[in-house]
C-alpha cells in the first residue's frame, strides 16, 4: 500500500470526481480529511470509508474563506497529527460567457478554484514545513484550462492558472521537499459516479439520462470511451506517492487523448 501512514486532505469531495480521487487514496493506505462545502458530501466521505474499514474525518468548509480553511486544516491536524498530502479539487459550475457573467459570479467561481487552492496551499504547506513533512500537493485541473472552451469563461480561466499555480508554487516548495503537480481530468464516465453515491447511502436513480448527455463527449475523444473517477483516483495515488518521488512540477493528463488531439480530425475516423 503506497500511501500507508499519510494523512490526505481533499477539497471537493462529491461521488464524483472528489469522490473517486478520495477512495483511490484511500485504497493505499491514506487516512482521508473529506473537505466540501456541502456537509454531506464530506461527511458522507468520510462515514463511508470509516464503514469500510480506513480512517477518515468530514469536514464542512468554504475554500474561499481564509479563516474557515486555517479552522479546517487545524481541525484535521487536530484528528490526524499531520497532513501529507493535499488536493485541491474544490471547484463551482457557472457555464456563462465573458458577455453574460456577472462580476459577483466571476468572483465566486475563480474564488472557489483559485483563491481556494491558494488558501488551502498556503496553510497545508505551513503546516507540513512546521513538521518535516515531505509531503505532495495535487491541483486538479480540467481540459476546459487546456483549451478555449466558449461560455464558460470564469471555469476555464480559473483551471488555466491552476497550471501555473502548480508550477510556480512546486518551484518555491522544492527547498522544503514538498512536490506540487496537476492532474487534468476530462468529461467523465458517470456510470461509476451514481454507483459511488448509492454506496455512500444516497438515492439519486439512474445514470442513463446523464450517460445519453455524455455520449457526444465520448465520440469526441481519441479512445472512443471516457475516463471514469477511479482512472483519475489510481493517478492521483501515483503522483502523490514515493513512486513518483521525483516528479514536481508536471500535470498528468487522463483524458482518453483529448488535449492531444489534432483538431481537423474526428476520432474514428482514419485521418484528415
Not at 480512517?55 to 474561499?64: F, H, I, K, M
Not at 513518483?244 to 481537423?264: N, P
Request: contains cysteine; neutral net charge; hydrophobic residues 45%.
Amino acid at each position: 500500500m503506497r500511501l500507508k501512514d499519510k494523512v490526505a486532505l481533499v477539497t471537493g469531495t462529491s461521488p464524483n470526481i472528489g469522490g473517486g480521487i478520495v477512495e483511490g487514496l484511500a485504497a493505499e493506505g491514506a487516512a482521508i480529511i473529506a473537505v466540501d462545502y456541502v456537509e454531506a458530501n464530506a461527511t458522507d466521505c468520510a462515514r463511508y470509508l470509516e464503514g469500510s474499514g480506513g480512517r477518515a474525518v468530514g469536514l464542512s468548509c468554504d475554500v474561499n474563506d481564509e479563516a474557515q480553511v486555517r479552522a479546517t486544516v487545524a481541525a484535521g491536524l487536530k484528528a490526524f497529527g499531520r497532513i501529507d498530502i493535499l488536493v485541491n479539487n474544490a471547484a463551482t459550475f457557472n457555464k456563462k460567457g465573458v458577455l453574460t457573467m456577472s462580476l459577483e459570479e466571476w468572483r465566486a467561481q475563480t474564488g472557489v478554484i483559485l483563491t481556494g487552492a491558494f488558501l488551502c496551499t498556503k496553510y497545508v504547506a505551513q503546516a507540513m514545513i512546521e513538521r518535516g513533512v515531505h509531503g505532495a500537493i495535487l491541483n486538479i485541473i480540467s481540459t476546459a484550462g487546456h483549451q478555449g472552451e466558449p461560455g464558460n469563461i470564469a471555469y476555464s480561466t480559473s483551471k488555466c492558472g491552476l497550471l501555473n499555480f502548480t508550477r510556480s508554487v512546486a518551484m518555491e516548495l522544492a527547498a522544503h521537499q514538498i512536490r506540487v503537480n496537476s492532474l487534468t481530468p476530462t468529461a467523465t464516465d458517470p456510470s461509476e459516479s451514481f454507483e459511488r453515491a448509492n454506496r455512500w447511502g444516497r438515492d439519486v436513480g439512474s445514470p442513463a439520462r446523464s450517460m445519453a448527455v455524455m455520449e457526444t463527449y465520448r465520440k469526441g475523444v481519441p479512445m472512443q470511451k471516457l475516463p471514469k473517477p477511479s482512472d483519475y483516483g489510481r493517478a492521483a495515488a501515483f503522483l502523490v506517492s514515493d513512486d513518483a518521488a521525483m516528479i514536481t512540477g508536471v500535470d498528468l493528463r487522463v483524458d482518453a487523448g483529448a488535449v492531444a488531439r489534432y483538431w481537423a480530425w474526428t476520432p474514428g475516423t482514419a485521418g484528415v
